[in-house]
């Protein structure tokens, strides 16, 4: 196990560089002069360099023959990140000011999304062939087909606009934050359910048809415990897997979603630096995203061994 | 009972409860404030700091906080200068080279709310506003440190010595040293502490509205030094409104100053209690990027105002009488229409081998756009077919001659396309247009402008980039065709025609057309020297003529902007120059109250 976590954690560093350097050489290459934007109508070469002092990108990009580590690449190593332009601020700041946001609504989504997919696979599975089983199919087709920015507006219209349950968009601090949440939570689990539901039923069904199952029920095991005690635990492999790549992402925030409700938190601020072309926003989110991205995939290795101890780290 | 049964449960009990506790907070919501007036802003607020941010929308939420020199008057059209921080226009010398302006007495920088260490005075006043701190604010504009896009939007080689301080302050910033803000400055000279003088490099009559701009505004040096980095986050200026709290992409919350004086352009306790401003105490901004929602919370009378977006526009408005709709109208809504200073339009670059020395070309295309189908298609309405280059609101929009080549007349494009070929020597090689990519409705436009070319045998390659993309090759001249746009900038027609002048051509001016025209250039350096008056308007809408002849741009349209109030707010307006007009505009709390309770809004 250590020795298979040490060749892990080594075969990632390679990839975490060439995450660095490829991040790195798109945002030179292709993204254009990041001062440019933020420069006004008549900017001069001083003030456009004044502008990349500011950034931190007034240094070299790779080779520094003074000062070895001050460039532009090293920086990025070492996670100090441009200045972002549009706020006036660090990453850092948006990320503490922002992540908890984001956090709000898309923690509740993840995991109440989560429950109610393998909760609905497993009715699906378990009623297969029957109503229960098609009605879910069908739903989650309906989910799937409509295209998640409509049924933000549809369900803002209906539950804010028309019903007046909730508030149409905006955010409040805690304890208002609750109320404000319901909707773009709702909305994150639509959004989801139907791949979710419609992929665990295929891990379930794969899983129903297992000698074990049939040995449960011969024991005289409840139906109930035969799929929460038994066929769940087998069907935790895929699940793991899909799960644990998702959670650092959750930080990052929902990007429409946060847009279309008007939700102060890093979906919306990604949205918006895309658009607006804010280098020290969306290179950071770039690059931490891809290697919380591979750590988590080192993480869901170790994790396949708590759920499953026939899987061994060699 | 193994683990996952027991996480299963768990997980019911958990989500119950949550799901309770969220549908028990439904009922009770943030109490609202009956005394304030609800607005928003669509565009994030880049800074705080009046040197930092410059777009529009910045200026008008900083601009009701901070003051500069030079204000526009409220609600009047066309714009109207007025002394707000000054107490006259400014004594020109006989070679307009020097700016001596008088300062208002006894106006005092605010109270910071909830900060008590800023001012630890009796009543928590700041110090008098003296022509000291104009030059301070000033020098701050040209610390390369801030990296201010208006020091080259409104200062940069204007004012003499300032571009010296710059190179002196990006040097001690190399050094890593603080700008040493006692290194006088030629150009700015406090005479006196109510006297400001201004030295300019060269005459300038349209230095005034940079003066007017809420970049150039007065800012408290012990502010900016107190708080440091997060002066950015703490205005502190002598407008009608201190800045009670401020979150990024989120709210803003705007309070009456206490120790304002009633009026811009009135001294300190002259203005009758009845009488002054603002009316309302408290102005509440909320973040809506998204149009659909705000519209949404609009018509549930959350908001007082807001423009009408596409998505509302149909449903709204009658789009062949241009007015609110009688069910619309009936709910207390009422319209306000503002036609933007700004034209967009598809520039060419006439370095370019092909566009460039090929008139016919130019004006076949020019021919070949259907503004008014564009309009009608891709606004939604929202826009009017250009007259010329000078949208309305101009002293000259009425009077320069309408642009020939500003209708669509396929057939004699047609027939400019067979001459444009004979000077091409053969058919028109390929063209690319650039553009910014970013947005959908960008390649919209992109896509009927390549398919209106195609009726008269012009292939356009479209080159979708990233904005600051477009910005880089458009200023480096490296583009054949760009759509984009062009906003006034003050109310005076040479922010147009600046475009035209060929000193402005080269990489990074604001000539991106490389338009070289003698006679123009001839007739600018003239008109530039001119005080307002029909001598000037009359080079202006010559000019106007030479550069429409020339076809160095396709004129697309002017957007004209919708805006709704409800009819609770009094005296709204958005005008196109001018800060603080939240400050003018009075909210009759009791008829909102009452149409809220009422249902009928």
Redesign the interface.
């Given at each position: 196990m250590a020795a298979y976590l040490i060749r892990r954690l080594l075969l990632t560093i390679p990839t975490i560089m060439g995450i660095v350097l490829i991040t790195f050489l798109l945002f030179n290459v292709i993204g254009g002069d990041p001062a440019r934007p933020f420069a006004g109508k008549n900017p001069t070469p001083e003030s456009l360099h004044a502008i990349l002092a500011k950034m931190g990108l007034d240094k070299p990009r790779f080779i520094n023959t003074t000062e070895p580590l001050n460039t532009q690449f090293f920086d990025l190593v070492r996670f100090k990140f441009p200045h972002s332009m549009r706020y006036d601020a660090s990453f850092w700041e948006l990320l503490a000011e922002r992540g908890p946001v984001s956090l709000t609504i898309a923690l509740p989504a993840f995991f109440i999304s989560l429950g109610l997919q393998l909760g609905l696979s497993l009715i699906s599975a378990a009623r297969l062939g029957r109503w229960p089983d098609y009605a879910i199919t069908a739903v989650c087709i309906l989910l799937l087909a409509l295209p998640p920015v409509s049924l933000y507006y549809c369900m803002q219209w209906v539950g804010g606009a028309w019903l007046g349950w909730f508030p149409v968009a905006g955010w409040e601090d805690f304890p208002y934050s609750l109320k404000y949440v319901c909707l773009p939570v709702i909305c994150a689990v639509l959004a989801s359910l139907g791949a979710g539901t419609r992929f665990y039923r295929t891990v379930v069904l794969d899983e129903v048809g297992q000698d074990y199952l049939r040995t449960a029920r011969a024991k005289g095991v409840s139906e109930t415990d035969v799929y929460l005690v038994h066929l769940l635990r087998n069907a935790l492999v895929p699940v793991v897997t899909t799960t644990v790549t998702q959670l650092p992402l959750l930080v990052l925030g929902e990007l429409i979603l946060e847009s279309v409700f008007q939700i102060p938190g890093l979906g919306g601020l990604l949205v918006g630096a895309i658009l607006n072309n804010d280098y020290g926003v969306v290179m950071p989110v770039t690059y931490l995203s891809s290697i919380s991205y591979c750590l988590s995939l080192l993480a869901t290795d170790i994790l396949y061994t708590l759920v499953d101890p026939r899987i061994a780290l060699k | 009972?193994?683990w996952?049964?027991r996480l299963?449960l768990v997980?019911?009990g958990v989500?119950g409860l949550?799901s309770m506790?969220?549908?028990a907070?439904?009922p009770?919501?943030?109490a609202r404030d009956p005394n304030a007036l609800y607005a928003s802003y669509a565009i994030?607020l880049?800074?705080l700091?009046p040197a930092?941010s410059?777009d529009v929308i910045s200026g008008v939420i900083l601009g009701h906080t901070y003051e500069g020199l030079y204000d526009y008057a409220y609600g009047v059209r066309p714009a109207k200068v007025i002394p707000t921080l000054a107490t006259a226009f400014p004594t020109l010398s006989d070679d307009g080279l020097t700016y001596t302006i008088p300062i208002r007495h006894g106006v005092h920088f605010q109270a910071a709310p909830g900060e008590d260490q800023l001012f630890p005075g009796p009543n928590g006043l700041g110090p008098e506003v003296t022509a000291d701190d104009f030059v301070y604010s000033y020098k701050r504009l040209a610390d390369?440190?801030?990296?201010s896009?208006?020091?080259?939007?409104f200062l940069?080689g204007k004012v003499v010595g300032l571009d010296a301080f710059?190179?002196a302050s990006?040097a001690s910033?190399k050094a890593g040293k603080p700008t040493d803000y006692s290194l006088p400055v030629q150009g700015l000279v406090a005479l006196d502490r109510y006297t400001l003088q201004i030295h300019l490099t060269q005459p300038n009559p349209q230095f005034i509205f940079s003066l007017a701009s809420p970049s150039l505004s007065a800012v408290c040096r012990r502010a900016v030094e107190f708080y440091g980095d997060s002066f950015?986050a703490r205005p502190v200026g002598t407008g009608p409104y201190c800045f009670k709290s401020y979150?990024?992409?989120?709210r803003v919350v705007l309070t009456a100053s206490p120790s304002y004086r009633g009026r811009p352009d009135a001294d300190p306790g002259t203005v009758p209690a009845d009488q002054r401003l603002p009316y309302q105490p408290t102005v509440i901004y909320?973040?809506?990027?998204?149009t659909?929602?705000?519209w949404?919370?609009f018509?549930?009378g959350l908001y007082d105002s807001m423009e009408l977006p596409k998505e509302g526009f149909l449903s709204a408005v009658d789009t062949t009488t241009r007015s609110l709709r009688p069910d619309y109208a009936s709910r207390g809504m009422r319209l306000t229409t503002i036609t933007d200073p700004a034209i967009d339009y598809y520039g060419f670059n006439l370095r370019d081998p092909v566009l460039g020395k090929n008139k016919p070309l130019r004006q076949a295309m020019c021919l070949a756009w259907d503004r008014e189908a564009f309009i009608r298609k891709y606004l939604a309405g929202r826009g009017m077919t250009p007259r010329g280059f000078i949208p309305p609101g101009f002293p000259i929009s009425d009077l320069q001659p309408e642009n020939p080549f500003n209708h669509y007349d396929i057939v004699r494009a047609k027939s400019l396309m067979k001459e444009a070929e004979l000077i091409n020597g053969g058919p028109i090689p390929p063209l690319k247009l650039l553009f910014d990519g970013?947005?959908s409705a960008y390649r919209q436009y992109a896509e009927a402008f390549q398919s209106a070319m195609a009726q008269i045998g012009v292939k356009i390659n479209i080159d979708p980039?990233?904005?600051?993309?477009?910005?880089?090759l458009v200023?480096a001249r490296n583009f054949q065709i760009c759509m984009t746009g062009w906003q006034a900038?003050y109310p005076d027609e040479q922010t147009f025609l600046q475009m035209f002048y060929s000193k402005l051509a080269d990489p990074?001016?604001?000539n991106m057309f490389g338009y070289n025209n003698p006679e123009f250039d001839a007739l600018y350096e003239r008109a530039i020297k001119l005080s307002p008056g029909p001598d000037r308007n009359d080079l202006y809408c010559k000019m106007v003529a030479m550069a429409d002849e020339d076809c160095p741009m396709v004129e697309d349209y002017i957007r004209v902007r919708y805006y709704v109030s409800r009819s609770w707010l009094a005296n709204y307006d958005f005008p196109d120059y001018g800060n603080a007009h939240r400050a003018f505009q009075k909210v009759d709390v009791a008829a909102r109250k009452q149409a809220l309770q009422s249902g009928h809004h």
């Open positions: - | 009972m193994l996952t049964k299963f997980y019911l989500f949550l506790a969220a549908l907070t439904l009770f919501a943030p994030n880049r800074s700091d930092v410059y390369s440190r801030l990296a896009p208006s020091f080259s939007a940069q710059f190179d990006a910033q950015r979150r990024a992409d989120y909320d973040y809506f990027a998204e659909l929602p705000l949404h919370a018509q549930q970013s947005d980039s990233t904005y600051a993309r477009l910005l880089e200023d900038d990074g001016g604001v």
